[in-house]
DNA sequence: TCCCTGTAGTAATTCGCATTAGCAGCTTGA
DNA sequence: TCAAGCTGCTAATGCGAATTACTACAGGGA
């Protein structure tokens, strides 16, 4: 009923090199300094029986006493594999992977947790937080539900993506500065002579969707037409936003620009001639398109790296500051170009 | 310097609901039967503040105890997420990724493992295994000393693709068949008139390439011609392939074989009529080329879950079989045909 | 001789949880 | 009337390793 038979503990070690427990743990940790001194023959001797066993310490029961645990858990509120989802969390996974095999931790994926409602939960009946030391947060939309509680039980986390406060306190986030980005790309267009300005995309919702929408309102006036996704169609969607007299449009999303280029087309308009096109981030979906679109690249490996940064941090208590913004580099692309008129 | 202050325990429990641990412990586990019972009012006031806390129980202190904790490792010989190797290790993991949802485990990826000579270890001074259950093990070739020491350690585990014997003991697998899968396609071609065929690529080394040559010296016959990897350049392996007589070449690699197509091109050979050319399994790196090989394609996949599948029943010690073999299933493609005269 | 300081190690305790044994208080049967 | 049985709960123990507190002994100075 107990373990596997071959499994070794420290008072096997102790028993076969004739020494107590407490000594296989001194030997092990290293202890000559903290009061306890071993003899080196002693310790060679312990040393010897370790070699030649393979013994190695249970990390569980070493968790018990101490807090840290080498581990650090990944949550995503979707499956990470399956393609559908791939190309959206694989980049933020790469940085995490790779940082953590930096500071020498395991990854812990919450595959677990239960779907309810279309979407994993981190609480749950028997959810396995704590078998972690502190966890990232991978999804595009957090309920702040999750987070503050999170919060309010103390649980190291960082979440990759800017968040807003939960039950007014601050999240831990590895962001990307899409405010900053999106006003910088309309200062662009303003500059080549662009004076009108449409946002498309939900611009809601989610804090990158919201930021996105900032930024675009800060750089273009705060009564620049905005056309959230529910709007009918591309077609009727281009039609709102010429007859507005807009010459550059800013897409949230890739799919979306490419629908209204589209429609554009076929309405006999070139681009960026008669229409000038921005999408405001990197396509997390596959998009058939052959415009080389003018908008910014996300950061994406390097928050999942700086995330699992901050979290060791974090856990090392070795930093106040929670949350940061990253740069998002602007790209040339060939859609932004001086308006018609 | 201890526990995170929100961390509640038993004795919290018990203490907000004037009980025992004991009876917390029991109410938890639903132990109304054995030997213990709780009265029904004392039951639901600690479900009450085991509502209101939100607490839940350490999977560490219970997996002292106990002996599962629904965590399961997977070990790779490389970082799993950067793009060069995640072709190879991406359709695996989105099998066992599904499986381990489905029996409510979480997945942990040993990143902590350190690099030894170009290859990451599991054993090591501080190796974290026994934080897992049991563990996938993935990747091209797995040292037999680690095998060994797995299989005598008695942890269990899985590797996914087939292994040797390690010690004389079997060890666990799902693997694909090439065995079979590689004589069928020579059987295939014999049917189409070959009677003459080379087999091209490493054939030994990794488990999986000696099946290969397996597969084809059983069905091609012991003395059909194998050009190693270490055969000089394309031009000079066709030279020796066309000087044999060979009419049907079979690849272990497709850039194996991408190579040799663009040396017969080059002699002006046409494909598959005046050779024909068969790989032995999907690319794993992606490969150039305009050709539609026919050969056969491994179920990586359901490897993955199987793999998961067959560990979990090994832990709750529900099977014998331990290894597992999956067919593969032959694609048609378009570079195999009737030999030429 | 006695006290003090070091040295080299061990016994005991701890972590959070599950389990076993057992203890009160009450009812029952003969 | 008293052992026997039932009920509802708790004290005690153990998992494996880390840590604290302590002991046994040697050597040195007053």
Known sequence: MSQAPGRLTQRDIARLAGVSQTTVSLVLNNRGDAGARIAPETRDRVLQVIRETGYAADPLARRMLKQLNQILGVFTYEPVFPSTSADFYHPFLRGIEESAERSGCDLLLFTSAPVRDGQRRIFHENNRLRVADGCVLLGREIPSTELSRLVAEDYPFVCVGRRDDADGRPVPYVGADYVNATAQLVDRARALGHRRFAFVGPGTGAESSADRLTGFRRAAGARAPFLSGDTPDAAERLAR?????????????????????????????????????????????????????????????????????????????QTSVTQRLLDCELTQGETLGPPAH
Chains 1, 2 share one sequence.
């Open 241 to 317: 936003v010429l007859e507005a007299g807009v010459t550059a449009v800013f897409a949230e999303v890739e799919a979306e620009a490419v629908a209204l280029a589209q429609a554009a087309a076929a309405h006999g308009l070139s681009i960026p001639g008669d229409l000038s096109m921005v999408t405001l981030g990197d396509p997390t979906i596959p998009v058939h398109s052959s415009l080389d679109f003018t908008g910014f690249h996300i950061p994406r490996p390097q928050m999942g790296q700086q995330a699992v940064e901050l979290l060791v941090d974090v856990l090392h208590g």
